[in-house]
């Protein structure tokens, strides 16, 4: 994309699969190799996003349906988009981000039973042409992902009770883990699946292989994007 000079990494995957240790220790690794890395999350990320987040994962939204949340999730990103990413991304820096548009694709799409058109279209709106060059899919069977995430909600470093998604049925989570798969054979050139059954260690030192092979884009600019009218 013309002016991101930029790399936007986002981590996908199930409750509980590690995203947020996996990007702090991927974090920790490229700002050894002198890279400048923004870590940000969705939804949320900027101030206005963060608002949203709090309606959406509190599960206030959740009356108003599915439709409603998915149009709550694109504008949290698209502020998120151009408050955050894009800058960062015209200023040469590592963006990596905890979940991006294919969870809107899985959970308000495949799981919300939204048209995939309407999410599609909805998405591009939401994004303003800024797409990952990578996305990594950490994998996990849905229990252990949620058995996770209900001891990270009761432990001592807990923010509060599990959120509206990780209160829904295990049947709906192993339907996400299924559809992440799939999107990963639909899309091989941006998605990797990482096996997120392994060790802390055995992870990161995966997602890094996978990731610094991409850090040259830095230097001659992004790719397989279209151009930037904004």
């Known amino acids: 994309m013309a002016g991101l000079t930029g790399l936007f990494v986002t981590f996908e995957g199930g409750e509980g699969a590690g995203k947020s240790t996996q990007i702090r220790l991927l974090a920790e690794a490229l700002r050894t190799r002198d890279h400048r890395v923004l870590v940000t999350r969705e939804p949320g990320g900027s101030p206005g996003a963060e608002a949203v987040r709090h309606v959406i994962l509190s599960g206030a939204a959740e009356r108003y349906g599915t439709r409603m949340e998915a149009l709550l999730f694109a504008a949290a990103r698209n502020d998120h988009v151009e408050e955050v990413i894009r800058p960062a991304l015209r200023s040469g820096t590592v963006v990596l981000c905890d979940r991006f548009l294919d969870s809107s694709r899985v959970y308000q799409g495949i799981t919300g039973n939204l048209e995939p058109a309407f999410i599609e279209r909805l998405q ?77 260690e055995a992870i990161a030192s ?11 884009l830095q230097k001659r600019g992004r790719f397989a994007l279209p151009e930037d009218t904004t």
Request: proline share 8%; net charge negative.
């Open 124 to 200: 591009m709106v939401a994004i303003n042409g800024v797409m990952p060059d990578c996305t990594l899919i950490l994998d996990l069977p849905a229990a252990e992902g949620l058995d996770r995430a209900r001891r990270r909600a009761a432990g001592p470093s807990a923010e509060g009770e599990p959120d509206r998604f990780e209160r829904e049925e295990i049947e709906t989570h192993e339907k996400r883990r299924e559809a992440f798969l799939e999107l990963a054979e639909r899309e091989p050139f941006r998605c990797r699946v990482v096996d997120a059954t392994q060790t802390r």
């Open 206 to 216: 995966q997602i890094l292989s996978i990731v610094e092979p991409l850090l040259p």
